[in-house]
């Protein structure tokens, strides 16, 4: 569920319109091409942007500082404007009837005047006439093509920083040594237990792949990609893998296992299972482990643990996020999130949440990665996260994964080992719980 205007559009844009950022609202392939979906998503809030995307190539569509709402008047703005491009220059046909700037139509889309309305009637369509309202030239504009293959409507938000940051951060190699030989030398207090296993769970894309093998890349000195990892629509992990980190090419094995998933989908029929996941937390699920979203683990297939121990159990489980995506986050991924968050609480499993991508989520971070915690966009989103999952925002952890670099970055690697800090950290609270329940009944014995 990632933006379709690319990077150089939005700063074609936002350069326009100050020291800005886009927020992605709403997407019609997403949330439905329909009146009440748009109105759902974007209500109250401005300014915003909303973009049409053609067949023929064309990017079109309109700006207003104005927030939507379903009263059917028209709104005053004199700094709204249509727009369209050509190649990467950002073509505006500014307002020029300003007390008919935008209307209110609890019908239809994006209402700019009388002359483009995005999703006509609660139809992937575009209504167009150049009226007097906003002089356009339509075959520049979009090309006379009025069938839209997805409608975007994003948040102009103003690019701010706090004065200091909310949490400290010590950037530099020193920390950095600090964190690694902290979990090197991590020991569960368990003795039973050697390694912490650690689940990652998320949608598909989000990333859970890529922090495997960024870890990975920390401790091995390079950047490096075991886990298979990319862009895709459809999860490409398909197996469940448990993957055992090494300190250095021919070093020890850390303490601390993680665990892949298949990506989770928004419908019930695809993407990992909510079952499933049950067998992974209480250790039923045997390494490469091949996913069937319509059948769910028996206990007869092959490699299943019918009596597993402490160690083969779950003892943190990671909801990994895309940073980008959270404020459009659909009501079904929600549902399911919620239901194996349900289910981790049942089994006093602690959990965490990682937030990927979040250099993209920024351009203040993209940047300058030490400004993480200066954002208060960045905290805004994780505030978010916070209250879609019902986890705390001091179990929300932001990080940036290698995925285009070839060289290590200091500051990347101290947010992806504090990530990590904290997942063994979360792992204590389950031992402690469990040795607590163990002198509970020992006593009651």
Known sequence: MNSKLSETHQKAICSQLGHVQLKLLYKASVHGYTAAAFHRQCDSLSPTLSVGYNASGYIFGGYTTQPFDQSGQYAKDDQAFLFTFEGRKLIKYPVANASC???????????????????????????????????????????????????????????????DPWRTVTWNLEHKLELMNYIENYKPQISSVSQARVLLVGPVGVGKSSFFNSIKSV??????????????????????????????REGRLLPVILCDTMGLEG??????????????????LPDRYQFN???????????????????????????????CNISIMSAKMEEKLGAIRKKANQLRIPQLVVLTKVDEACFLVKEDLTNIYQSIY??????????????PLSCIVPVR???????????CDILLLSALTQM??????????????????????
């Open 101 to 163: 700037a935008v209307r209110m139509m609890s019908n239809c889309g994006p209402y700019f005047g009388e002359s483009l309305v995005l999703i006509n009637t609660g139809m992937p369509v575009v209504h167009s006439k150049a009226a007097s309202y906003y002089p356009f030239n339509a075959a520049q504009m979009h090309g006379n093509d009025l069938n839209l293959i997805e409608c975007e409507v994003y948040q102009l938000v103003e690019l701010t920083k706090f004065e």
């Open 219 to 248: 401790f091995r000195g390079h950047v490096t990609n075991q886990a298979i990892s990319g862009c895709s629509s459809t999860s490409l992990t398909t197996q469940f893998r448990t993957y055992s980190l090494k300190a250095g």
């Open 267 to 284: 419908s019930n029929d695809t993407g990992l299972d909510i079952e499933d996941i049950t067998s992974i937390f209480k250790g039923h």
């Open 293 to 323: 979203p319509a059948t769910p683990l028996d206990s007869d297939a092959s490699g299943y643990c019918k009596s597993p121990s402490l160690k083969d159990k779950i003892h943190c489980v990671t909801y990994v996020l895309d940073a």
């Open 378 to 391: 960045i905290k805004e989103t994780m505030q978010q996260a916070s209250a879609k999952l019902g986890i």
């Open 401 to 411: 994964n290698y995925t285009e670099t070839l060289d290590l970055d200091v500051n």
């Open 424 to 445: 063994l950290r979360s792992a204590d609270n389950f031992y402690d719980d469990f040795s607590d329940q163990l002198s509970t009944l020992q006593t009651r014995e």
